[in-house]
Structure formats: structure tokens, C-alpha cells
């Protein structure tokens, strides 16, 4: 069973860089996808990018000039930063395993449990 | 403002159906065949319910179904029960990878 949890700073300052990671078990198949997504208190859901087995990424045009992701297949974790952050920023973040394509189906499964990043001061 | 349109509210009461819709446009909703749908109870994280417009995933109960005609994906719950009380939101591939949510349906069951 393939589970996911994110870890990092629940504080970032305004105009500083957020950071989280996200620890992936029990999948080791290059099939699927690792993708951000967050959600505004009250909000909706927000799709922040993904990346590969491969380290290929694609972002949100919205926030594609801020954000990075990246991979490290030794420890199953996968990382997002997010830079010069604002309150607009806060959110829950969630981390995902992502299907694409017409084969395996699209769809975000299984969600970490998500960690909530308050930017303020 | 989301790219996928989703009324704010629906209720239904207990064994009754209801249907939540997800208007987008020709370029998301109606160009491609990948609309899924989340449910969301308070403080959870979303759950998948529906992918690729009406397949269900294992484990998920067949009073879950999706449709789509046109540029609008609706999501049918019939037989309603009290566990079904939840958001639910729906998300559409646009093309160039992206994916849009919608922004969110709350479901009351009376």
C-alpha cells in the first residue's frame, strides 16, 4: 500500500523560501508521477507541478517563476520550493502520486495527509 | 477564480440522488476524456472517486458515477447516505500537462 508524507517548516517568513519534502513507501514502479498540490483555507485545490522517475518537471504556469522540484530516488522522497513567498502562499500542502495518461488512467491517488505553511512574520 | 465551474452547494436527503456539475471549457472539460472527482470530509485529505470521467477506482461504491456531455462533467450519487456529506471537486487535464480543479461542491444530506 503506497503512502505519502510531507515534512517541513509549519512557519515561512514573507519573501523567504518554503521547503517540503514528501516520503514516498511501498511504491517503486516509474509508472506514475509525484505532484504538489494545495489548498487555501476555505479555498479549492490548486495544482503546483509534478515530476517523473527521471527528474522531468512541469509546473503551473502561475507559479512555474518560484517553484522547484526535485527527486532523490535513494531516499523515496521527492521536495518542492517555493520562493519569496507571500500570505497568499499559505496553505496545505499536499503531495500526491499522480497517473497520467490514457492507459493507467489520470488521477491523483493515494494524498499524503497534508501539512499546513503559514507565511507570516 | 477557478477554471472549472462548480455550484458552491447541492443537498439531497437520505436515499435520494444528487448531481454535482463541472462546467470548463472546449479546451479542458470537453477536448479530453480525464476529468476525476475527489471527495473531501473536514480536515481529510481528498479521496479519488471517479478518473477518466466515469471509471470507478476498487473499493469505491457504485452509487458513485461520472458523466460528461460536452464542456460539462457531472457527478451522480444515488442512494444517498449520511457518509456522502462531504466537498467533492472535480479536475480536468487542459492540455500541456496542467491540471485545473474546480472549485469545490459542498454536499448536504438533509
Known amino acids: 500500500q503506497v503512502q505519502l508524507q510531507e515534512s517541513g517548516p509549519g512557519l515561512v517568513k514573507p519573501s523567504e523560501t518554503l521547503s517540503l519534502t514528501c516520503t514516498v513507501s511501498?511504491?517503486?514502479?516509474?509508472?506514475?508521477?509525484w505532484s504538489w498540490i494545495r489548498q487555501s483555507a476555505g479555498e479549492g485545490l490548486e495544482w503546483i507541478g509534478r515530476?517523473?522517475?527521471?527528474?522531468?518537471?512541469e509546473y503551473n504556469p502561475s507559479l512555474k517563476s518560484r517553484v522547484t522540484m526535485t527527486l532523490d530516488t535513494s531516499k523515496n522522497q521527492f521536495s518542492l520550493k517555493l520562493t519569496s513567498v507571500t500570505a497568499t502562499d499559505t496553505a496545505v500542502y499536499y503531495c500526491?502520486?499522480?497517473?497520467?495518461?490514457?492507459?493507467?488512467?489520470?488521477?491523483?491517488?493515494?494524498w499524503g495527509q497534508g501539512i499546513l505553511v503559514t507565511v507570516s512574520s | 477564480q477557478s477554471a472549472l465551474t462548480q455550484p458552491p452547494s447541492v443537498s439531497g436527503s437520505p436515499g435520494q440522488s444528487v448531481t454535482v456539475s463541472c462546467t470548463g471549457t472546449?479546451?479542458?472539460?470537453?477536448?479530453?476524456?480525464?476529468v476525476s472527482w475527489y471527495q473531501q470530509r473536514p480536515g481529510k485529505a481528498p479521496k479519488l472517486m471517479i478518473y477518466?470521467?466515469?471509471k470507478r477506482p476498487s473499493g469505491v461504491p457504485d452509487r458513485f458515477s461520472g458523466s460528461k456531455s460536452g464542456n460539462t462533467a457531472s457527478l451522480t450519487i444515488s442512494g444517498l447516505q449520511p457518509e456522502d456529506e462531504a466537498d467533492y471537486y472535480c479536475?480536468?487535464?487542459?492540455?500541456?500537462?496542467?491540471?485545473?480543479f474546480g472549485g469545490g461542491t459542498k454536499l448536504t444530506v438533509l
Open positions: 500526491v502520486r499522480e497517473s497520467i495518461g490514457p492507459w493507467l488512467g489520470n488521477w491523483f491517488d493515494p
Open positions: 472546449y479546451s479542458s472539460v470537453g477536448a479530453y476524456n480525464y
Open positions: 511501498g511504491d517503486s514502479s516509474s509508472s506514475y508521477y
Open positions: 479536475c480536468s487535464y487542459t492540455g500541456s500537462y496542467i491540471r485545473v
Open positions: 477518466d470521467v466515469s
Open positions: 515530476i517523473s522517475h527521471s527528474g522531468t518537471t
